[in-house]
């Protein structure tokens, strides 16, 4: 299975500014996905992310506010633009057959 | 949406076997089963997965009935350490090219 480093793992953001998190994959994967697991809840997925064509957006979620880059078939990036406090959540990554997950980025917002 | 449905929670005592069921029964019949689970504030970690036959591996067992339209994930000797939230998937594809759609899962508290 694919091994996924993922940073950084916790952050601490003032309102209005944006956090940019990365995931490494250790092999070359097709397809990496984003998910948002607000508090208390399940995890939500956010884009699917193929290299060389523009993120797949899921219903409720924006380009604009959760842009994600995918430079090459191990890394991709998800950034949180604009932050509000109600974007406080943990954002994870995954990615290859074994649908590996990154450990996770927990923001808060303040 | 997830397509599958799981008790909100369930305790079981250590040593004992756990017993995690999950229903879904519009599953097709190319679609997999899928068993993760997310210790707390970790990301989820993948358990087994099968597609008819029932499977075992070194952390779980997961028999499927034949019809399919329902699962039981069984971790055999439950200690403090699988207390965490299972979630049950059914996805199609088994090549990792789709995501997987996570449900509400089921909170499985292992009691000493």
């Known amino acids: 299975s694919a091994v996924i480093s993922q940073k950084p793992s916790r952050d601490i953001c003032q309102r209005g500014t944006s956090l940019t998190i990365q995931c490494q994959v250790d092999?070359?994967?097709?397809?990496m996905f984003w998910y948002r697991q607000q508090p208390g809840q399940s995890l939500t997925l956010i884009a699917t992310?193929?290299?060389?064509?523009?993120?797949?957006?899921e219903s409720g979620f924006v380009i604009d506010k959760f842009p994600i880059s995918r430079p090459n078939l191990t890394f991709s990036t998800l950034t949180v633009s604009n932050m509000s406090p109600e974007d406080s959540s943990i954002y994870l990554c995954?990615?290859?057959?074994?649908?590996?997950f990154g450990s996770g980025t927990r923001l808060t917002v303040v | 949406d997830a397509k599958t449905t799981q008790p909100p929670s369930m305790d079981c005592a250590e040593g004992r076997a756990a017993n995690l069921p999950c229903n879904h029964s519009?599953?097709?019949?190319?679609?997999?089963v899928y068993w993760y689970r997310q210790i707390h504030s970790q990301g989820p970690q993948y358990i087994i997965h099968?597609?008819?036959n029932n499977e075992t591996n070194e952390m779980a067992s997961l028999i499927i009935t034949e019809d399919r339209k329902s699962s039981t994930l069984i971790l055999p000797h439950a200690t403090l350490r699988d207390t965490a939230v299972y979630y049950c998937?059914?996805?199609?594809?088994?090549?990792?090219?789709?995501?997987?759609?996570f449900g509400k899962g089921t909170r499985l508290s292992v009691i000493a």
């Open positions: 995954s990615a290859g057959y074994g649908y590996t």
């Open positions: 092999s070359q994967v097709t397809m």
């Open positions: 992310a193929n290299q060389g064509s523009e993120a797949t957006y």
């Open positions: 519009t599953i097709s019949g190319n679609e997999y």
């Open positions: 099968g597609l008819k």
């Open positions: 998937i059914v996805r199609v594809s088994n090549s990792g090219n789709t995501p997987l759609v």
